[in-house]
């Protein structure tokens, strides 16, 4: 039984009213006008991870039920995301809009007191069972669905995040004479392109709904052990792992290498500073998580399914997110957050009931928060058994083959249930959690089969 209080950190806050266009989960029907021929041909040349911006204008149009026909025009329309311009990946990618001046919008507008929202568009027309190459994306128009509702649902168990909002857009391409050739995405169809996508939250407004004043960059963050509350840090975990997400990071000691080797402080997280110094993690971008691809195209070289037979790889996804948390926090912090996340689990629940999800998204949101609250809610299955020291692992028993170079596993790296046991030694299956073995760092033996470790190495006592 878990009852132990949230301490370190108010837990959530309440904040300003949002404006209209997010106080519903009702998809909105928009048209947006501009030259997208212009516009992804533009984008489709552009560098990965490219500051270089290139935008068109245009105009964003929708009926309001109180004023009649709306339309906003001298919209500032670019494209955004660091790797949906790649060949392979996104043929219509994500888009940011910027508004023009405040007279321009009438009275009562969806969009008052906005400067910018963020599109997630369909990206393209594949099936759901086929991601994209490298990276992994889901290529239709159920992915805006589903990460929106990944937004509603930690909405729901009162995590930090931006506002997202289901849409019906209607992009009408505007013919210009500059454009040199016809984008792909926009190949051979119509001038009328329909499908659904995402509204997004631009950081601006969410920074002031938090009641934060500026953000905290790569280079000005440090790392979470003196800028965030334990409290703050242990639920952007639990939430990242609940939704199946692994393109994101946090530093956590000035050391932590786990995911982004180093390279970056903050990675699709923002940190919006807090007058007192402190930051509010707000976790963003969600378009290639297990919640809304449905799996990953890496998952076999990471995870060992044998760790968890019959698992699905959404449950052993959250597991292994989920076991990496005791290596951050305390016994008493672990505890404090899933008492919290298991106050709200009704809540979760309600919203996957009510959210308007194709069958399949359905089903594997449903997987995730299984498999999510399955391990938080028991002691027995949240305390696995890990190793509590640096341990080195073998082929065998008597220790003569090490199961590939440099094979030590990290202290917290969990392991299945007793196997042989021999010469105070122990057969058993690593879980590939902290991501010691990823590529390029790869081990065999680790992620197809049963490696050797010290019995005296393994407990469940931790953290103690």
């Known amino acids: 039984m878990i009852s132990v209080v949230l301490a370190g950190s108010v837990a959530w806050t309440e904040t300003p009213r949002a404006e209209k266009l997010f106080s519903s989960y009702v998809p909105l029907h928009v048209t947006l006008e501009a030259p997208f021929d212009d516009l992804l041909d533009q984008l489709r040349h552009t560098p990965t991870y490219s500051t270089t911006t290139y935008s068109v204008m245009g105009t964003l149009s929708y009926t309001d039920p109180n004023v009649g026909a709306v339309h906003l025009r001298n919209v500032e329309v670019s494209g955004r995301g660091n790797t949906n311009f790649t060949v392979g990946q996104c043929e219509f990618p994500k888009l940011k809009l910027k508004f023009g001046a405040v007279k321009e919008r009438p009275s009562g507008s969806l969009f008052d007191g906005m400067n910018s929202l963020k599109i997630g568009t369909h990206c393209g027309e594949g099936p759901n069972d086929v991601l994209s190459p490298r990276w992994g994306r889901l290529q239709n128009e159920n992915s805006p669905i589903r990460e929106a509702f990944a937004y509603r649902l930690l909405e729901a168990l009162h995590v930090p995040t931006l506002k997202a909002r289901p849409v019906r857009i209607s992009y009408v391409n505007v013919k210009t004479t500059t454009t040199t050739e016809t984008a792909p995405g926009l190949a051979a169809r119509p001038t009328t392109l329909v499908r659904s996508a995402m509204f997004l939250e631009g950081d ?103 760790f968890a037979p019959g698992a699905s790889e959404a449950a052993l996804e959250v597991l292994a997110q989920l076991q990496r948390t005791r290596t951050l926090f305390t016994r008493a912090q672990l505890d404090a957050v899933r008492a919290e996340f298991m106050t709200h689990k009704d809540e979760a629940y309600r919203v996957l009931t ?17 498999a999510f609250y399955a391990v938080i809610e028991s002691d027995e299955r949240f305390y696995l058994p890990v190793l509590v020291d640096n341990t080195p692992i073998y082929l065998d028993a008597r220790r003569k083959k090490h199961a590939c170079k440099n094979a030590v596993a990290p202290r917290g790296t969990p392991v299945s249930a007793a196997g042989d046991t021999r010469d105070g030694m122990q057969a058993v299956v690593v879980l590939d959690a902290l991501w010691e073995w990823a590529p390029p760092r790869v081990c065999d033996a680790v992620h197809s089969g049963s490696v050797w470790v010290a019995a005296s190495s393994i407990s469940s006592d931790y953290p103690r």
């Open 204 to 306: 601006r407004h969410a920074e002031s709904r938090f009641g934060a004043h500026g953000q905290y960059t790569e280079d000005t963050f440090g790392s979470a052990d003196t800028r965030l509350a334990p409290a703050d840090s242990a639920r952007l975990a639990f939430a990242e792992a609940l939704i199946g997400n692994f393109d994101w990071c946090l530093r956590f000691f000035p050391s932590d290498t786990y995911r982004c080797d180093g390279r970056h402080a903050l990675w699709n997280v923002l940190a919006f500073k807090r007058p007192d110094g402190t930051a509010v993690p707000v976790p963003y971008d969600f378009d290639l998580a297990g919640i809304v691809t449905g799996h990953h195209r890496w998952f076999a070289s990471v995870f060992n399914q044998a």
């Open 354 to 370: 009510e959210a308007q999800l194709d069958d399949a998204g359905r089903r594997n949101a449903a997987a995730h928060l299984d």
